[in-house]
């Protein structure tokens, strides 16, 4: 059985996307097969991976509202061992539509549980809010990973994520727990970086990943080309940091 | 009667709440009154203002669910000429809970059109979704103020978020338009940058800002002190750009 891990936090651009992405891609390097859902109507995921729209058929909306089945859904992405669930147009709707339908928070867990999955990994990028998007991928997942940027209004969302954690682990998942946190665009010269960053280590203690992802312009440039990081430039600092944080988080599963 | 502005993208992490801030901080510094009103449940606002968790009881929550007046809601800031209302702690469950209510779409709007407001502005800062809390922002308002990072994954949204203002345009608030696009974090040596700012000047043409938001660890900054940039240190490059935004758009409203 995969591991299954929701890409999780409310507060908006603290790199959820680029983290799914680039984990994913390092991950599936070191051999591991890995599935990314693109469960954000915004469909970054899916850009960062090279689709084009017209690609994008079938996919998280179909499965959650359609009830398609996840091998339906699912395609080969440009890198090798790794395979997506895109989002599709009609993903938008999905919150208000998901209200009315029956076992709404469990839809993405029923479809993962409904067919045998031959992966290691299933990575889920979730949208910046805590709705029915997100509280899907966490009753599907056996945990969260928890990019942060370390900032101060990134810093206050914090608790309203741990109280949705807690709460969805006993009313709906009694296996979700944090399986770490990620500190993303890290600049080791910034004070402000580094007293948030000592916050958080204060507060998260080991559950912090050592490897902090540092701020990397070719991190950013990647996506326009429709590549993650490690396609588009190996060689630069993000690249490496996130090939880092691949290894620490298989030795942290072996370790478990 | 108050020009009412909804400052929107469901990008995450663009600007929007800084945006919000700091330049109803310099619309205020010119003399003009502001209200600005919290409508994302993640309250990086009424932080920014440094309003703290008690001061916090009526606020947007109570507006749109309780039907509570914008009077009883409101309450003076820091920053004199500026008011707000702050986001409360059940704001969170209210896109649930608005589903089943009646004009649901309108509570806003209906709750400014009851009370006369003795406003020249109101703010609205957004949480980074298109869902039912920013529909209240855009049915109740003028015009729609869109921040935007210029990296690519926040270039790719654009197109969603026109496609909504069109729809709410067209059903539901037939005077509103995007009345202007503001590059923030902007970094004049970033070729990335430069290209998307290409990109967005080709697009949305004089609708951009002529003034952009550089970059400025001081803006990051003041959040972690309960102020705007404009009061934690006005001789910043940050806080400069937003008192040239405010003076760009007063110039630009009253060419209307
Ligand atoms: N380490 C990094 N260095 C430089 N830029 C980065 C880094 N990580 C992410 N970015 C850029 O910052 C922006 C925000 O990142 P991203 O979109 O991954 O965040 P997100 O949390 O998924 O956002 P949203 O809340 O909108 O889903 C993007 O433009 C991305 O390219
Ligand atoms: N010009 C700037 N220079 C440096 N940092 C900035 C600038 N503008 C915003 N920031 C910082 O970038 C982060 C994102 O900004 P902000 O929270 O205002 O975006 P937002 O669009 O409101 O996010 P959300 O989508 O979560 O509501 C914050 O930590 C903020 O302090
Ligand atoms: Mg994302
Ligand atoms: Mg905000």
């Not at 990134?154 to 399986?179: C, D, F, H, M, Y």
């Not at 010269?189 to 203690?205: K, P, T």
Request: glycine share 6%; hydrophobic share 45%.
């Amino acid at each position: 059985q995969p591991r299954i891990m929701a890409v999780v936090n409310q507060k908006g651009g603290v790199g959820k996307t680029t983290t799914a992405v680039n984990l994913a891609t390092a991950l599936a390097a070191c051999g591991k097969k890995v599935l990314i859902i693109d469960l954000d109507p915004q469909g970054n995921a899916s850009t960062g991976l090279g689709l084009e729209a017209a690609q994008r058929e079938t996919g998280a909306y179909e499965v959650l509202i359609d009830g398609a089945s996840l091998k339906d859904a699912t395609q080969p992405t440009i890198v090798p061992n790794m395979w997506i669930v895109p989002t599709t147009p009609d993903l938008a709707g999905a919150e208000i539509e998901l209200i009315d339908l029956d076992r709404r928070e469990y839809r993405l867990k029923d479809a993962l549980a409904a067919d045998p999955l031959l992966y290691d990994f299933v990575l889920i990028d979730c949208p910046p809010s805590l709705s029915l998007l997100t509280l899907n991928a966490m009753v599907a997942a056996d945990c969260v990973l928890v990019p942060l940027q370390c900032e101060f209004y990134a810093l206050e969302g914090l608790s309203q994520l741990i109280k949705t954690v807690e709460r969805v682990r006993q009313n709906l998942n009694p296996v979700l727990e944090i399986q770490g946190v990620v500190l993303t665009m890290y600049d080791k010269r910034s004070s402000l970086n580094e007293q948030v960053a000592a916050d958080v280590r204060a507060y998260f203690g080991d559950k912090v990943y050592e490897t902090a992802i540092p701020r990397n312009v070719r991190i950013a440039e990647a996506p326009s080309y429709g590549k993650p990081a490690l396609l588009y430039d190996i060689r630069c600092a993000g690249s490496q940091a996130y090939i880092h944080l691949a290894s620490e988080l298989l030795r942290r599963e072996q370790g478990q």
